[in-house]
């Protein structure tokens, strides 16, 4: 009896804490919508947003702040549940969507369009106008994602000759991710000041190239991602007990670290191949989450979604708040954040041991 009372009761704390985490996202979104360089007044703003105002007001809240509201939370639920994933699947507590090199081939794929086929040596040299046309930031976005996708492939398909172990996925991941960035290097050495400059920019992490197209491929995907994990949450579960518990559940770990990975480093790359680098949101969410509210995936998934929300939501409107007319990168403000809490989670006196 007491042991259902004490179910009942986490389960409505819980409840409780899903319903605050929604709320909160939905109250910091549209009070993000009110937060830019533009000096639009709190009624301005308003008026715009319920089909008043002028012209230039609309477009700025329909067509900027509105597609980086929503890229905030697509992206943010995105690399968080990413995280929490990669962490459960690895059994390694620093585990994150940079892991397998994800970021690294994303970073090179659009350097790559940038540079060589855009704004580099082969096409404009260093006329800034010739750059303003050739560019296509649909191209350098598909680069990035195959780029990222074809890393992917490579660190699990290296793996697969081996026994899959959590260790050797990340010591593949880092060795992928290395020549990725080496080969970086060498495209920015030989590049152009205007195809250097441009390429440096994008790899800053920045919601404000969002477009509604964007988010609603990145949606897509981080839905199609979500679906899934939440249908094998019980086997997350049985998998934090240990593979050789979890085979005597029935759980085929090799399969579904294969799957798991390789859908949470596509949600990745979807998200950085469009908006650029945003570190940290897949190390401070889901950590975050399991300290509020324990191990159960079937409430860590969707609470870590909420979380990273939450979180670049909030890292957002920091950006916005302190860019003095211009919005820093939200990339930085996140590495500002996660930076310490990365060092606390490695000199905890748990950090080491969590198995997720």
């Not at 704004?119 to 010739?130: I, P, R, W």
């Not at 195959?146 to 492939?153: K, P, R």
């Not at 085929?252 to 990745?268: C, D, G, H, K, P």
């Not at 969707?302 to 890292?315: E, I, Q, R």
């Amino acid at each position: 009896m007491n042991a259902i009372k004490e179910l009942e009761k986490r389960n409505k704390r819980n409840t409780v804490i899903l319903v605050a985490m929604l709320l909160a996202v939905l109250a910091v979104g549209v009070g993000c919508l009110f937060v830019g360089s533009s000096n639009m007044t709190f009624s301005d703003a308003l008026d715009a947003l319920l089909g008043g105002g002028t012209n230039a007001q609309s477009r700025i809240i329909w067509r900027i702040r509105v597609p980086r509201v929503l890229a905030a939370i697509i992206a943010g639920a995105g690399l968080s549940v990413a995280g929490l994933v990669m962490q459960t699947t690895l059994n390694n507590a620093m585990a994150s969507p940079s892991t397998l090199g994800v970021s690294n081939a994303a970073v090179f794929g659009a350097n790559l369009s940038i540079i060589a086929f855009a704004g580099g040596f082969l096409t404009t040299g260093n006329n800034l106008q010739s750059f303003d046309v050739g560019a296509n930031p649909y191209a350098t976005s598909v680069l990035a994602f195959l780029f990222s996708a074809v890393s992917v492939l490579l660190v699990l398909g290296l793996c697969t000759l081996r026994s899959f172990s959590p260790n050797v996925v990340v010591l593949a991941g880092m060795a992928i991710g290395a020549v990725w960035t080496a080969a970086t290097t060498v495209l920015q050495f030989y590049a152009t000041d205007v195809g250097l400059s441009a390429a440096v920019v994008w790899s800053f992490g920045d919601l404000g190239r969002a477009t509604y197209q964007t988010d609603a491929i990145m949606a897509v995907v981080v839905l199609a991602g979500m679906v899934y994990f939440l249908l094998m949450s019980w086997k997350y579960n049985a998998l934090l007990s240990g593979e050789a518990t979890a085979k005597t559940m029935g759980v085929n770990v090799e399969a579904l670290r294969f799957l798991s990975l390789l859908l949470a480093s596509l949600i990745t790359a979807a998200c950085v191949s469009f908006l650029g680098v945003i570190g940290f949101v897949g190390i401070i969410c889901p950590h975050v989450t399991k300290k509020l509210l324990g191990q159960d995936h079937r409430i860590t998934l969707p609470v870590s979604c909420l979380m990273g929300s939450l979180l670049l939501l909030l890292a957002d409107t920091l950006s916005r708040s302190l860019g003095s007319g211009s919005a820093l990168p939200v990339g930085a403000i996140t590495s500002l954040l996660g930076a310490p809490f990365f060092i606390a989670i490695i000199f905890g006196k748990k950090g080491g041991h969590h198995g997720c």
